[in-house]
């Protein structure tokens, strides 16, 4: 018979030869064995989560609102939408699948439309899974969405320089990809019914890739008020998807600071004009309106980043993009830039000459930061 395992234990029959009960007894006792192993195997704990955003905590530190989403534009930490024909809406949606505190929502605007998401790994972490054997898993309901197909993507071109938008020419069934990715294996279309796990399985690492990327897709044009769910994404190594686990709360936020991350409280969309979470000082230094100046403030990431990330200044209270808060004013003075950007933090923020308004010594500044590192 054909084996089952590892995706099921084997059930096999009894076996009589007519000649000699003992070659019959032999063959039950090694049925048996195999049995016992691959039973003990199977029940082992799950297979570790190997990617940096599961989609099954409540860690969406960009914000939850995506309307007309850009096109090869982050949503949800570390997942890139991608799409062709209309800008879709995506939003992260509470407490709807099972298992998972809040999952993307990816609802069509405009008939014709296709769409998908798709996670990178860093260089560090793809290059021991070279060779290995890797299954991919995720969570998906649809409305009106009745197919969805799931991939692992490799990238064999300059390490962590990469080309975010996958798709070179959006196509029904499997995309074109863009150059120097990849497929590992060819796509199939999986239906959807209820909630169903979709799954990319038993696809070989090769030997030359640099990174991967977890891709999940529309293969076919979807209209107005179509949607579909994802979450509970997991990327493991194996032959077969097990069940789905996710890393403990903080190593998961982690991992996504790692790539991107905000002074600002989770709950607090980049921008937004609140002070918790701000750096604040009194400055020793007069900077006049329309003069430029440097403040030197360190600032230390919460986690150190695989890079050095690009850094926007937010003034407190206010909001505003590229600039600090005078609260002794109060004013904002814009043309505030990081200075000395490295992997764990900033030393100081310069200011240019593009505001009026003047900086005294004893004055209170205060602004939030958001450190972009994403590939």
């Not at 099921?8 to 048996?32: E, R």
């Not at 979470?277 to 980043?305: D, H, K, N």
Request: charged content about 15%; glycine content about 8%; overall charge negative.
């Amino acid at each position: 018979m054909t084996t089952l395992f590892p995706g099921a234990v084997d059930s096999y029959s009894v076996k009589v030869d007519n000649v000699t009960d003992v070659m019959a007894a032999h063959v039950n006792d090694l049925q048996d064995a195999v049995v016992a192993i691959e039973t003990a195997v199977i029940a082992q704990a799950p297979n570790p989560n190997l990617l940096y955003h599961s989609l099954s905590r409540d860690i969406w530190p960009s914000g939850l609102t995506f309307n007309d989403v850009a096109d090869d534009s982050y949503v949800a930490g570390v997942w890139n939408a991608l799409w062709s024909g209309n800008a879709p809406d995506v939003s992260g949606e509470a407490a709807v699948i099972d298992g998972s505190k809040r999952a993307i929502k990816c609802l069509v605007d405009t008939n014709g439309t296709q769409f998908g998401f798709v996670q990178f790994l860093l260089n560090e972490d793809t290059v021991p899974l070279r060779g290995k054997t890797l299954s991919f898993s995720i969570d998906a309901v649809g409305f009106n969405v009745t197919s969805l197909r799931c991939a692992i993507l490799e990238w064999t071109s300059t390490a962590d320089t990469l080309t975010s938008d996958v798709v070179g020419t959006w196509a029904a069934g499997n995309p074109t990809l863009a150059t120097n990715w990849a497929y590992i294996g060819t796509p199939a279309t999986q239906a959807l019914s209820g909630t169903t796990r979709i799954k990319a399985e038993g696809k070989t690492v090769g030997a030359t890739t640099n990174n991967l990327a977890v891709f999940v897709w529309t293969d076919a044009s979807e209209n107005s008020t179509d949607y579909v769910r994802l979450a509970n994404a997991k990327l493991e190594i194996g032959l077969t998807a097990t069940a789905f686990v996710s890393p403990g709360s903080m190593e998961e936020r982690f991992r996504v600071a790692q790539l991107y991350q905000k002074s600002y409280n989770m709950a607090s969309d980049p921008g937004a004009a609140v002070s918790e979470g701000e750096s604040r000082m009194t400055s020793v230094i007069a900077i006049a309106g329309s003069a430029a100046g440097t403040i030197q403030y360190s600032t230390s990431f919460l986690v150190p980043m695989y890079k050095s990330p690009a850094v926007t200044l937010y003034a407190s209270n206010s909001g505003t993009s590229g600039a600090i808060r005078n609260a002794s004013v109060p004013s904002d003075r814009t043309g505030a830039t990081a200075f000395a950007v490295s992997q764990s933090g900033f030393s100081a923020v310069q200011i240019s000459t593009a505001s009026a308004n003047a900086i005294a010594i004893g004055d209170v500044l205060a602004w939030q930061y958001v450190a972009d590192g994403r590939l």
